[in-house]
């Protein structure tokens, strides 16, 4: 067997227009099929959305000892009535770093875990100091060998942990450690961000005593033992948010449904300035765009700040609008990897650290470009539905991590895209 090179194949000029469904949020799913960790009953996970990086979430944990069964597509049913195996190989997190997420629970769970540490990526070093740290805090005895975190702790105990900075998976990490620990687990300068809240309601609904997901101060009362639930995950905001994007840039007009608004109040802000008329519903979004676009000024943040999984997206919008952008972004190092590859398009944009300028052009010009993460893919794709010409995407296996049926929705939405070659052909 040999892999051929999947690529995506777009022809610009098409305004998107029409109606599709928004799927579960990827990066709440990830966190709330790790719950099932922390009990030994059946957890039933509904709105799971169809992505690389939940499939390789479900592999961990099977080899874990979970027993996983899928009763359709989007509904899996995970029991992790006994743990066989605490350890999460190098040759898996290398390949998705949210595999961090199964240290704080099978820590709690089994007093022992595994998990290599992921190394830096494509966006920056991400190191998971605050992971570590918090876990200590909460009794865990931690030390690096060959490459791997290893944790033990016979019971953790309760402790205020003060972060040093936001994270989104530390703190889900320390919250779901927290539930089984002894006594009470404070977190200061925790996330806000609405996953970090889909999985406390999940771990509420499962038993767990928290209070004060999505404020800066979680507190986690632990209890003894945590039972099965059923759980539907939240919409994806992010997926949300590029389809709005992609719309405002094409001009187009576009229905979003099983979606929440609630979630991009910044996101729906900024395309507002843009110029783009948007109404919203209890579970839907209409965006509707009659002219060129204005460019957008924006500083990505934690939430309920602009989003740093937008801020590709909103690069790519500022390519075509009317007037000069200023984009900094402050969460991740080196987030401006798709820069490059937009210019490649002829697009006007000067890079001075972390902040990027951008001269609206009233075209960009198909051309070769190459994926390098998930959103950088996701900014090429919306630069190839506006430019004049063939845009031939490389690497799009970054796309197929977390959005789900991406060519299907687009061409649902009048798009011109085609996916050409296959995974795995054999020799
Ligand atoms: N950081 C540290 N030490 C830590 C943890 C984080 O220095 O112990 C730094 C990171 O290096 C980064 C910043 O803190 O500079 C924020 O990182 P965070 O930990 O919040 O990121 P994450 O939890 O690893 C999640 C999402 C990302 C999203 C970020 C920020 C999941 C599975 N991933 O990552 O999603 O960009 O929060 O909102 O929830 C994506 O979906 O494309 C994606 C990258």
Same mark, same amino acid.
């Given at each position: 067997?040999?892999?051929?090179?999947?690529?995506?194949?777009?022809?610009?000029?098409?305004?998107?227009?029409?109606?599709?469904?928004?799927?579960? /949020? $990827?990066?709440?799913?990830?966190?709330?099929?790790?719950?099932?960790?922390?009990?030994?009953?059946?957890?039933?996970? %509904?709105?799971?959305?169809?992505?690389?990086?939940?499939?390789?979430?479900?592999?961990?944990?099977?080899?874990?000892?979970?027993?996983?069964?899928? !009763?359709?597509?989007?509904?899996?049913?995970?029991?992790?009535? %006994?743990?066989?195996?605490?350890?999460?190989?190098?040759?898996?997190?290398?390949?998705?770093? /949210?595999?961090?997420?199964?240290?704080?629970?099978?820590?709690?769970?089994?007093?022992?875990?595994?998990?290599?540490?992921?190394?830096?990526?494509?966006?920056?070093?991400?190191?998971?100091?605050?992971?570590?740290?918090?876990?200590?805090?909460?009794?865990? !005895?931690? @030390?690096?060998?060959?490459?791997?975190?290893? /944790?033990?702790?016979?019971?953790?105990?309760?402790?205020?942990?003060?972060?040093?900075?936001?994270?989104?998976?530390?703190?889900?990490?320390?919250?779901?450690?927290?539930?089984? +620990?002894?006594?009470?687990?404070?977190?200061?300068?925790?996330?806000?961000?609405?996953?970090?809240?889909?999985?406390? %309601?999940?771990?509420?609904?499962?038993?767990?005593?928290?209070?004060?997901?999505?404020?800066?101060?979680?507190?986690?009362?632990?209890?003894?033992?945590?039972?099965?639930?059923?759980?539907?995950?939240?919409?994806?905001?992010?997926?949300?948010?590029?389809?709005?994007?992609?719309?405002?840039?094409?001009?187009?007009?576009?229905?979003?449904?099983?979606?929440?608004?609630?979630?991009?109040?910044?996101?729906?802000?900024?395309?507002?300035? @843009?110029?783009?008329?948007? $109404?919203?519903?209890?579970?839907?979004?209409?965006?509707?765009?009659?002219?060129?676009?204005?460019?957008?000024?924006?500083?990505?943040?934690?939430?309920?700040?602009?989003?740093?999984?937008?801020?590709?997206?909103?690069? @790519?919008?500022?390519?075509?609008?009317?007037?000069?952008?200023?984009?900094?972004?402050?969460?991740?190092?080196?987030?401006?990897?798709?820069?490059?590859?937009? $210019?490649?398009?002829?697009?006007?944009?000067?890079?001075?650290?972390?902040?990027?300028?951008?001269?609206?052009?009233?075209?960009?010009?198909? +051309?070769?470009?190459?994926?390098?993460?998930?959103? +950088?893919? /996701?900014?090429?794709?919306?630069?190839?539905?506006?430019?004049?010409?063939?845009?031939?995407?490389?690497?799009?296996?970054?796309?197929?991590?977390?959005?789900?049926?991406?060519?299907?929705?687009?061409?649902?939405?009048? +798009?011109?895209?085609?996916?050409?070659?296959?995974?795995?052909?054999?020799?």
């Amino acid at each position: 067997m040999h892999k051929s090179k999947p690529k995506l194949i777009i022809q610009g000029g098409n305004p998107l227009r029409g109606e599709i469904h928004i799927s579960g /949020a $990827k990066n709440a799913a990830l966190p709330v099929i790790c719950a099932t960790l922390l009990t030994r009953d059946t957890l039933k996970v %509904n709105n799971v959305p169809r992505l690389m990086d939940i499939t390789t979430m479900l592999i961990l944990l099977e080899q874990t000892g979970v027993n996983i069964h899928s !009763e359709n597509q989007s509904e899996v049913l995970l029991s992790a009535e %006994n743990l066989t195996n605490l350890t999460a190989p190098y040759e898996m997190v290398k390949t998705m770093r /949210a595999a961090i997420l199964l240290l704080g629970p099978l820590l709690a769970r089994a007093g022992e875990a595994n998990i290599s540490l992921p190394g830096g990526c494509a966006i920056g070093m991400r190191p998971v100091d605050q992971h570590i740290k918090g876990l200590e805090a909460m009794g865990a !005895e931690i @030390s690096i060998q060959h490459g791997y975190i290893h /944790a033990v702790a016979k019971k953790l105990h309760g402790a205020r942990i003060i972060m040093d900075l936001v994270t989104v998976t530390g703190t889900e990490n320390l919250m779901m450690a927290a539930t089984l +620990a002894q006594g009470t687990t404070i977190i200061e300068n925790a996330a806000r961000e609405p996953e970090v809240i889909d999985l406390a %309601n999940c771990l509420i609904a499962m038993g767990a005593k928290i209070k004060g997901a999505g404020s800066d101060i979680i507190t986690v009362e632990g209890v003894p033992a945590l039972r099965g639930t059923e759980y539907t995950v939240m919409p994806d905001r992010i997926e949300t948010g590029t389809f709005l994007a992609a719309a405002c840039a094409t001009t187009g007009d576009i229905f979003l449904k099983e979606t929440d608004a609630r979630l991009l109040d910044a996101v729906l802000d900024k395309l507002t300035e @843009s110029g783009a008329k948007i $109404k919203t519903g209890n579970n839907w979004i209409q965006l509707k765009m009659t002219k060129r676009p204005k460019s957008i000024t924006l500083r990505t943040a934690p939430y309920p700040a602009f989003p740093t999984d937008m801020q590709a997206q909103f690069m @790519s919008l500022n390519c075509i609008a009317d007037g000069t952008a200023v984009i900094t972004e402050t969460i991740f190092e080196n987030r401006l990897m798709h820069v490059q590859e937009l $210019k490649r398009m002829n697009a006007d944009i000067k890079v001075e650290g972390h902040t990027a300028i951008i001269r609206g052009i009233p075209q960009l010009d198909g +051309a070769n470009v190459m994926a390098t993460d998930l959103r +950088a893919s /996701a900014s090429l794709v919306i630069a190839g539905l506006v430019a004049q010409g063939e845009t031939v995407i490389d690497r799009i296996y970054h796309l197929d991590r977390g959005y789900e049926s991406i060519e299907d929705k687009l061409l649902q939405l009048g +798009a011109k895209i085609e996916r050409v070659g296959q995974a795995d052909i054999p020799n």
